[in-house]
């Protein structure tokens, strides 16, 4: 599917699950604030773009539900947890790096 979500979508008040993951839909993600018994949302892997609303709904939201857009913007950065993970990544193997060279410094001052 493509295109942007219809509008109807906010009409529908008792929807509480929506998965509209893996699909070309395009837009913002206002269009879910209204759907106030939503409790799961993935909408991952599409083109939508813009800010994410700042509601408390949308602040629980797993990243991995998100990732996969054009650019979605959380209020504190973007919404790809492929960012992250690939920052977690480099400072893990920088941390490996860092202990194996401090342990053999103490090594060969040893001898």
Do not use: C, W
Request: charged share 15%.
């Amino acid at each position: 599917f493509s295109g942007e979500i219809p509008t109807q979508f906010s009409g529908l008040s008792r929807l509480a699950i929506l998965d509209l993951s893996h699909n070309h839909f395009t837009g913002k993600l206002n269009i879910f604030v209204s759907l106030q018994n939503l409790v799961s949302l993935n909408v991952s892997f599409n083109d939508f773009s813009g800010k994410l609303p700042d509601t408390p709904f949308f602040r629980k939201l797993p990243l991995s539900n998100l990732a996969g857009n054009k650019v979605l913007y959380l209020p504190n950065g973007v919404a790809d947890p492929r960012v992250t993970q690939t920052q977690n990544t480099m400072k893990l193997a920088m941390s490996i790096l860092v202990s194996i060279s401090v342990v053999l410094t103490l090594l060969a001052i040893d001898r």
